[in-house]
Nanobody
Framework: QIQLGESGGGLVQAGDSLTLSCAGSGGTFNTYAIHWFRQAPGKEREFVAAIARDGGITQYSNSLRDQFTISIDNAKNTVYLQIHSLKPEDTARYYC?????????????????WGKGTLVTVSL
């Protein structure tokens, strides 16, 4: 199965934009639906967005869709998550996760593989 690795997190200021990357290796990347979740301190892991079928299908959290953009570079086996107009409440560890057969789910327990996450901290 594939392995996933996130990058692009860091300390940013409120109002900034940031792009996170999720690189896949070791398997057939395009047979997975790649998801982004986030987990803030003391809170449950939350679905953000997902992409499948070489970018032909995308899904966003209803409450977050205006702030996030998910995209894929098939040649690089990499999925990107653009975050716009960052706010302190966006501070969290952002994880990418894969589910087989290009199936999208908003439930973390249905993911097959996870990355270790990348930390985003937003200051005022």
């Amino acid at each position: 199965q594939i392995q996933l690795g996130e990058s692009g997190g860091g300390l940013v200021q409120a109002g900034d934009s940031l792009t996170l990357s999720c690189a896949g290796s070791g398997g057939t990347f395009n047979t997975y639906a790649i998801h982004w979740f986030r987990q803030a301190p003391g809170k449950e892991r939350e679905f953000v967005a997902a992409i499948a079928r070489d970018g032909g299908i995308t899904q966003y959290s209803n409450s977050l869709r205006d702030q996030f953009t998910i995209s894929i570079d098939n040649a690089k086996n990499t999925v990107y998550l653009q975050i716009h107009s960052l706010k302190p409440e966006d501070t969290a560890r952002y994880y990418c996760a894969g589910r087989m057969n290009s199936e999208i789910s908003t439930m973390p327990q249905r993911m097959r593989v996870w990355g270790k996450g990348t930390l985003v901290t937003v200051s005022l």
